[in-house]
């Protein structure tokens, strides 16, 4: 038990120091001055509800879930989600993992949403009092977790729209109950925080948007009678937030990755729509360079298939988040709107968002391509239409960007309905070291386990994991060859003087990898891309078919000569034992090529969606040297 609780806190530990260096990190000189809390609280709505909707837009809110088909059918699966919580068990305090309560804190922030959501919608009090058992038991609970905040952050965020949306059905005691919990177990633990200009205040990362979006959603409910306290949270999370928020800039783009783009997302939008709906203003933090253009980020990062471009700590699942209606009608972007409408499994603010007038004209055409600056990420497509279509995401970055991987270089591939290339996402958060010194040796987190070089396998563990990288050339001028080159050489300084990597797709069908690599003497270098695909690799050794749902793709090597590929487990090249418990990676190989003594080299390596064609001459596909790409 000692030896888990130490792990615990080494782990949250680190959480809240690994944060990024990023590129344009935000200048304190461009900061947003923010009032003094009393001027802040002068723009108080003295009425409840006022986080996210006031009691004037309900009647309206009503009125379109009546008229309008899409929040019809969005009501009626929420009903349907809200009658089987009516018998469900209170939430109990429950750490499963000896760190964290956040899977309780979530479930009440789900509950507590739908609960007073359909007692507004539907007007039945049964909604209502099942809300006033979750929130009574969470309220008992002895605390919620503040050595790991965001569990805190999170429940407080349940009971400050428990106590605001419901205020006028509650009795007195029940509203005291309430008040007291948001203080005692959220706020005043928050407000020690901020008060040392500690953890998440400081950083750059999602704890940030999290823990003062949570607890900002408490402070703002309980303004009213707990002045001091609440105004003083406010102007600093005010100021605090901003840190995180400049990580937008300048494209839209969150170096986390997707997955937490949108957990980053979500708390910051909600935080800002409450300042909105509860004081008349953000402050100006909407206008914060990035921020209007982050909607692009997830619609961008998603292939046909719905599936991500999942680099660092995520899972390739799609991203579904309300946030995007509001985000759509904050900045007039009816393609967030139509995103979301699209992939939406109703949650509450789904409904509470929606606005039909953003979908009643198509939007403005978006490019196939883009790069994101600051996180240095491009994505190509065929077309935005079809499920067959071809889509890429690559990557240079920041080893060091929190939650990041040493995946510099890395690619995934859609095509023709199928996942070829596929990045494995996060390994399990309660890894002994995971966001410590062990982080490195786990096969998820090294390069080795991922679709980009290793050099030199036996220097530990593949790139610099301080090492930050860029997309030195964008090119989408020509639809029928779009490319972006990576210089990665700060990530392989050890190995090599000059390491880059090209990616382009070729008349909207084919995916062309070329690196070039240059080094003082002789390296050992290796070449992967993960796959779940069966793999049959032919005679000559320098062309293979990959199989996979009924389809086939044609990789074949096309410089240099010698090269030859090979079938390789998802597991470290290393023969020395690993750390036990991470994944097995099932079902998962890996497309390999060796080249184990060169000092410079250009290999170039070609997917076709033609596996019946015949080899595709060099000169057809324009394998040139990077510098004249």
Known sequence: MKTLLVRSLWAFIVVLVFIPSGFGAADSSSEIPIPPASEILSRLSAKHPRLLVSADELPRLRERVRENATLKTWHHQMTEHGRSLLTASASKYEIPDGLRL??????????????????????????A?????????AAAFPDWNPRHFLDTAEMTHAFAIGYDWLYD???????????????????????????????????????NQVCNGGIGMGALALADVEPALCGEFIEAALQSIQLAMR??????????????????????????????????????????????????FPLYMTGPLGRTFNYADGGDGTI??????????????PAYAEYQARVASPQPLDLVWFDPDLLSSPSKPLSPHRYFRHAEVVTFRSDWTRREGVFVGF????????????????????????????????DNYNLPGYFGKQRWTYYRLRTEGHNTLLLNPDSEPGQDPSAASRIIQFDDSKPERVFAIADLSTAYAKQATSVKRGLALLNRQ?????????????????????TRAQIEIAAHGRSAILRQDGKQLRVEIQVPEHARFSVMDARPLSSSPQPEGQNP????????????????????????????AASVKREAIGVLPLSNW
């Open 169 to 207: 059905y509650w009795k007195p005691e029940h509203r005291a109950m309430l008040r007291q919990a948001i203080l005692d177990k959220g706020l005043k633990p928050a407000l020690e925080i901020h008060r040392k200009k500690s953890g998440w205040t400081r950083s750059r990362h999602n704890w």
């Open 102 to 127: 956040l899977s309780v804190s979530r479930r009440v922030v789900d509950r507590v949403y739908t609960l007073a959501l359909l007692y507004h919608l539907d007007g039945d009090a049964r909604y």
């Open 585 to 612: 990676n099932k079902d998962i190989r890996k497309l390999a090529i060796n080249l184990p003594a060169a000092a410079e080299f250009r290999l170039a390596v070609l997917l076709s969606l033609d596996p019946g």
């Open 129 to 137: 009092e099942r809300a006033w058992k979750e929130l009574e038991a």
């Open 320 to 333: 579904r988040s309300p946030e995007l209606f509001w985000l759509a009608r904050r900045f007039q972007m």
């Open 510 to 530: 084919q995916v062309l990898v070329q690196d070039e690599v240059s080094a003082e003497k002789p390296i050992n270098a290796w070449w992967f891309m993960h």
């Open 247 to 296: 990580e937008y800039g300048p494209d839209g783009a969150w170096a986390e990755g997707p997955g937490y783009w949108r957990y980053a997302s979500q708390y910051n939008v909600v935080f800002l729509a409450a300042l909105q709906t509860a004081l008349g203003s953000d402050f100006g933090l909407g206008g914060i360079p990035g921020f209007r253009e982050a909607g692009l």
């Open 395 to 426: 990557k240079a970055g920041d080893n060091k960007a929190n939650h990041s991987n040493l995946d510099l270089g890395t690619f995934v591939l859609d095509a023709d309905g199928v996942r070829w290339a596929v990045d494995l996402g996060a």
